[in-house]
């Protein structure tokens, strides 16, 4: 069981918007670098979203101009907002820290009409 606890997914059709919430104690949300990460059914988990400390994002190709990724220190919470999602978005979510620590359990996102 990871330290991460993260929610916000569910079902949306293509061209809609999610946002996702990780919340984790608040030394790790503010000494470390935040990512995001997904898992497609039957692929690897890939890395989706980086913030630094700094606030310095980066994206995967896939998701860059659809994705943002931001963090909010008062309150613990790393956020990915997703917009016109895809029926490729789908997989379950999952944030972690760089260098990274155990996962948690994910929230599932599932792209269909």
């Known amino acids: 069981q990871g330290q991460f606890v993260e929610s916000g997914g569910g079902l949306v059709q293509p061209g809609g918007s999610l946002t996702l919430s990780c919340t984790a104690s608040?030394?790790?949300?503010?000494?470390?670098?935040k990512t995001w990460y997904r898992q497609a059914p039957g692929k690897e988990r890939e890395l989706v979203a980086t913030?630094?400390?700094?606030?310095?994002?980066t994206y995967a190709g896939s998701v860059k101009g659809r994705f943002t990724i931001s963090r909010d220190h008062l309150n613990n919470t790393v956020y990915l907002q997703m917009n016109d999602l895809r029926p490729e978005d789908t997989g379950v979510y999952y944030c972690?820290?760089?260098?990274?620590?155990?996962w948690g359990q994910g929230t599932q996102v599932t792209v269909s009409s």
């Open positions: 913030i630094t400390i700094g606030g310095s994002t």
């Open positions: 972690n820290v760089l260098p990274k620590l155990p």
């Open positions: 608040e030394s790790i949300l503010t000494l470390y670098a």
